[in-house]
Nanobody, 118 residues
C-alpha cells in the first residue's frame, strides 16, 4: 500500500510557474508515477508520467516537466508558462508494472488545486 500526498498547488497568474510535489509513504523506485488533472465538468486527463522514460500529454508538452527523487520517495511536477486552461485539481498516482497513459493506476493522492488567472 502506498499513500500519496500532493502539495504546492495555489493561485498563479497566466504565464507563471508552480511546482507540485507528491510525497509517497513508501519506496517508489519500482512504481510508475504519474500526474493527472481534472477540471470542473471534465474527465480526468493524463498530464505526464515517469518510469525510466517520461511521457507527456499533448497539452503540456514543452511546458511541464515531471521528475522524481527515489531517495526521497517524492515526485515533482514543474509547471511553466501556465495558462487558464491548466486550472484543475492535480492528482498524483502510482502504478506497479510500468507507465500507462490512461488512469489505470493503483494508488492516488487526494489532489491539489491549481488555479491560473488570466
Amino acid at each position: 500500500q502506498v499513500q500519496l500526498v500532493e502539495s504546492g498547488g495555489g493561485l498563479v497568474q497566466a504565464g507563471g510557474s508552480l511546482r507540485l510535489s507528491c510525497a509517497a509513504s513508501g519506496r517508489i523506485s519500482s512504481y510508475a508515477m504519474g500526474w493527472f488533472r481534472q477540471a470542473p465538468g471534465k474527465e480526468r486527463e493524463f498530464v505526464c508520467s515517469s518510469y525510466g522514460s517520461r511521457y507527456y500529454g499533448d497539452s503540456v508538452k514543452g511546458r511541464f516537466t515531471i521528475s522524481r527523487d527515489n531517495a526521497k520517495n517524492t515526485v515533482y511536477l514543474q509547471m511553466n508558462s501556465l495558462k487558464p486552461e491548466d486550472t484543475a485539481v492535480y492528482y498524483c498516482a502510482a502504478r506497479k508494472g510500468g507507465v500507462r497513459l490512461d488512469d489505470r493506476y493503483d494508488y492516488w493522492g487526494q489532489g491539489t488545486q491549481v488555479t491560473v488567472s488570466s
